[in-house]
């Protein structure tokens, strides 16, 4: 069925190295994407979203391109800070009422 | 604004004992969500609304009953309490136009 895929975690990096976190779906048609940060002890926020083909969401200095070639929705940062340690979800628009399909989250873990 | 409020934070349930979960928002959101968030697993939605006195069930309805007799006021109702509804709990609400949605902070629940 529809889904949203995100590579497992936990996710460890040090200070400033480079961030990938994947993200693939399936649906048909073209939803909107979108990436959710949860904080410890906090609800989900929205981080970015993009609403069709070959849009770049950015914020906070990550950046993610919708590609519906390869229908992914690649989460990235260039230098991450400890501040950035979170879980993030990857998530897609579904029907009229726009529910949301999300992944399963990816627990990111940054090391001073 | 407050945004989404949700009460309680925390609450631990007898088996078979029941309880209202209570979510607002000051937005004058037309839409609002619930959804539960097991350990390591993306969101599952419960029940949704489209407005004020419209409701319909999710992926995860059973065990759970809604009511929105106001647009701000979107309360779960737990009846029988069971072991497998032990997770978090997050209400959730948006415009009806665009994706995003804006989240409470949640509320976790344990049946013993």
């Known amino acids: 069925g529809d889904s949203v895929t995100q590579m497992e975690g936990p996710v460890t990096l040090s200070e400033e190295a480079f961030l990938t976190i994947n993200c693939t779906y399936t649906?048909?048609?073209?939803?909107?994407l979108f990436w959710y940060v949860q904080y410890p002890g906090e609800g989900l926020q929205l981080l970015l979203k993009?609403?069709?083909a070959d849009d770049k969401g950015s914020n906070k200095g990550f950046e993610a391109t919708y590609r519906k070639e390869t229908t992914s929705f690649h989460l990235e940062k260039g230098s991450v800070q400890v501040s950035d340690s979170a879980v993030y979800f990857c998530?897609?628009?579904?029907?009229?009422?726009?529910?949301?399909?999300w992944g399963a989250g990816t627990k990111l873990i940054i090391k001073p | 604004n407050a945004g989404v409020t949700q009460t309680p934070k925390f609450r631990i349930l007898k088996i078979g004992q029941s309880m209202t979960l209570q979510c607002t928002q000051d937005?004058?959101?037309?839409?609002m969500y619930w959804y539960r968030q097991d350990p390591g697993m993306g969101l599952k939605l419960i029940y949704y609304?489209?407005?004020?006195?419209?409701?319909d069930k999710g992926e995860v309805p059973n065990g759970y009953n809604v009511s929105r007799s106001t647009t701000e006021d979107f309360p779960l109702r737990l009846e029988l309490a069971a072991p497998s509804q032990t997770s978090v709990y997050f209400c959730?609400?948006?415009?009806?136009?665009?994706?995003?949605?804006?989240f409470g902070p949640g509320t976790r629940l344990t049946v013993l």
């Open positions: 959730a609400s948006r415009t009806s136009m665009g994706g995003e949605q804006f």
């Open positions: 937005m004058n959101h037309n839409y």
């Open positions: 609304s489209v407005g004020a006195g419209i409701t």
């Open positions: 649906a048909t048609g073209y939803p909107s």
């Open positions: 993009a609403t069709k």
């Open positions: 998530a897609r628009s579904e029907g009229s009422n726009y529910q949301l399909i």
